[in-house]
């Protein structure tokens, strides 16, 4: 069982940068797909980025591209997602999964594993 902790979320104004980060214990991290997704109120859940086992394969959705940067540290089982230029509409609870059967499944449903996510607020 894979266990997820987030961390970093936080209030910045509008043009500003935030880093969160994803800490993975109880099972093998660096053969498993690593993604990032949102949550706004009222809204679904949406992909936001994703990393292979291979750090060079990402991909993003295209709101973000540009302006957001995944990452992954094996050594330390861990995920980052470098936030900047960041806009009010960027303002959600992050999640960090684990665990989908290939990159671009950006659904929610097909990863496995999830954390309990860290509120990103973007004050204009």
């Known amino acids: 069982q894979v266990q997820l902790v987030e961390s970093g979320g936080g209030l910045v104004q509008a043009g500003g940068s935030l880093r969160l980060s994803c800490t993975a214990s109880?099972?093998?991290?660096?053969?498993?797909?690593m993604g990032w997704f949102r949550q706004a109120p009222g809204k679904e859940r949406e992909f936001v980025a994703a990393?292979?086992?291979?750090?060079?394969?990402?991909i993003y959705r295209d709101s973000v591209k540009g302006r957001f940067t995944i990452s992954r540290d094996n050594a330390k089982n861990t995920v980052h997602l470098q936030m900047a230029s960041l806009e009010p509409d960027d303002s959600a609870v992050y999640y960090c999964?684990?665990?989908?059967?290939?990159?671009?499944?950006?659904?929610?449903?097909?990863?496995?594993?999830w954390g309990q996510g860290t509120q990103v607020t973007v004050s204009s």
């Open positions: 999964a684990a665990d989908v059967n290939y990159l671009g499944n950006t659904y929610y449903t097909g990863y496995k594993y």
């Open positions: 109880g099972g093998t991290f660096n053969n498993k797909i």
């Open positions: 990393i292979g086992t291979r750090p060079i394969n990402t």
